[in-house]
């Protein structure tokens, strides 16, 4: 039978959940055959293994077994080993999600093997060329022949660089079918007695943008501004490893244990985390995804950065960008608490059919052309 051949990249951990739904889409189709690569930019039980059990995502086909680096070192690794790796596997297509080092690396990687290539979540445009992920977006939306966005105005920005209208497709968000798959499951889970905070009765905290915790001056006033919003409700702060390193660099854990209503917890796996999101009487974050998932939840979003490249979260969503300044964040922490908090909608396919519109658009796109693969095995 002829057979389309598609590798699936997944690096780091907001990764996970945008390829498992279109991974078990693809397995839907007889004549596609989905193959996984985990560059290994990501590797610990908690920012990986976990992600991979509680999401039902199949082992890895090939694992790159990369790790931590710098950027130019963390990219150029995963190129070298992602191309060998398609030298033997031979795809027709490569399929990346987002916007960390994997998703640029592998994409480079693909078009200059004569690979098509895929880019999920494409369009998204912070207008901050500071941070490392808004280069990732910018180069492979330029080097991609298909381009499926999560909100209509993904278009305009993808247009405005020149990029033929023809390429690029509205399928909705893959990581809301995630969710939305396994929010019951997620409901159900038993975290919050152990981490010692109550239903509706915490703010919810992720923090680990370089920008907010790279500078002492930085991470410092925003754990102060933590420390004086755990005065009124418990502060739940599940610590990713970059923001653990730079807590026991800058000396900052004597602060931390002087409150005790600021919790940190090493980083959750997906069901616990959504659990807790989904409990939050607020989340404060400098993640991109998490500014969705609280908009599809319903649950007040103040979002620590300067700029967002996810603006539906706030002009549909329950987002409201506070930056960095002490007293916005105050204030609107204080008005969610007295009950004034932002109501919001869910995006336009949002709706847990995304990797469903993606899949049959690929099939439609290039399952006409499949080689005819009659006794290959992967
Ligand atoms: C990466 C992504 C970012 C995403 C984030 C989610 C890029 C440029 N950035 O940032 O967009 O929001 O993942 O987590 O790709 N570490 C571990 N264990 C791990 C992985 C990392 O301890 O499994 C530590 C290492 O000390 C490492 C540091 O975390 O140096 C940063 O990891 P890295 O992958 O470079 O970037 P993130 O900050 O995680």
Known sequence: ????????????????????????EMKKYPAIQPYLVHTGQHYDRVMSDLF???LGLPKPDNYLGIGSGGHGEQTGKVMIAFEACMKEVKPDVVLVVGDVNSTIACGLVAVKMGIKLVHVEAGLRSFDRTMPEEINRLLTDQISDYLFT????ALANLQ?????????????NVMIDSLLKHLEKAKSRDVLRSLEVEKGGYALVTLHRPANVDDKEVFGRLLDT???????IPVLFPVHPRSRNQIERFGFSELIEAHQNLKLTEPLGYLDFLHCTANAKLVL??????????TVLGIPCLTARENTERPITISCGTNIMVGRDTDKILEETKKILSGDAKKGRCPEFWDGNA?????AKLWELEGTVVPDRAGVTI
Do not use: W, Y
């Not at 999560?150 to 105005?153: L, S, Y």
């Not at 405005?160 to 909705?172: Q, S």
């Open 1 to 24: 039978m002829k057979q389309l051949k598609i590798v699936n990249v997944v690096g780091a951990r907001p990764n996970f959940m945008k390829i498992a739904p279109i991974i078990d």
């Open 52 to 54: 991979f059990n509680n």
């Open 150 to 153: 999560t909100e209509r105005d």
């Open 160 to 172: 405005r660089e020149g990029i033929p209208e023809e390429k690029v497709h509205f399928a909705g």
């Open 226 to 232: 933590m420390c004086t919003i755990s005065k009124s």
């Open 285 to 294: 974050t400098d993640s991109g995804g998490i500014q969705e998932e609280t």
């Open 355 to 359: 990797a469903k519109r993606i899949v």
